[in-house]
């Protein structure tokens, strides 16, 4: 049988390698972490509304399994889907560019 490998080793394992990028896995963490953000809050709207993933994808126009994609940090959601999905979440989409600080 086979050993599996733990995420923390492939994670080390990848860190060390000759061709690693700091900056490409630094972007890729920090966009995983924006994911995870934006599927705990749907997730918490929808509860707080007493919405099942099924009632949330119908009032947005979505499939259940998008909501369900959405909530556990998958896919890149397009600009209609977020609008569909804040009235469906009786709330406001808004989008927007700051200046970041440390640049």
């Given at each position: 049988?086979?050993?599996?490998?733990?995420?923390?080793?492939?994670r080390s394992s990848r860190v060390n390698r000759?061709?690693?990028d700091a900056g490409e896995y630094d972007a890729g963490r920090e966009e995983a972490r924006l994911a995870i953000e934006f599927a705990d809050a749907i997730r918490e709207r929808r509860l707080?509304?007493?919405?099942?993933?099924?009632?949330?994808?119908e009032r947005a126009?979505?499939?259940q399994?998008?909501?369900s994609r959405l909530e556990?940090?998958?896919g890149t959601p397009t600009i209609g889907m977020l609008e569909r999905?804040?009235?469906?979440?009786e709330l406001k989409f808004v989008a927007r560019?700051?200046?970041?600080?440390?640049a």
């Open positions: 049988m086979a050993e599996h490998t733990s995420m923390n080793e492939l000759p061709d690693f707080e509304l007493g919405l099942t993933q099924k009632q949330l994808a126009g979505l499939s399994p998008e909501v556990s940090g998958g999905l804040a009235r469906a979440l560019f700051e200046k970041n600080d440390a």
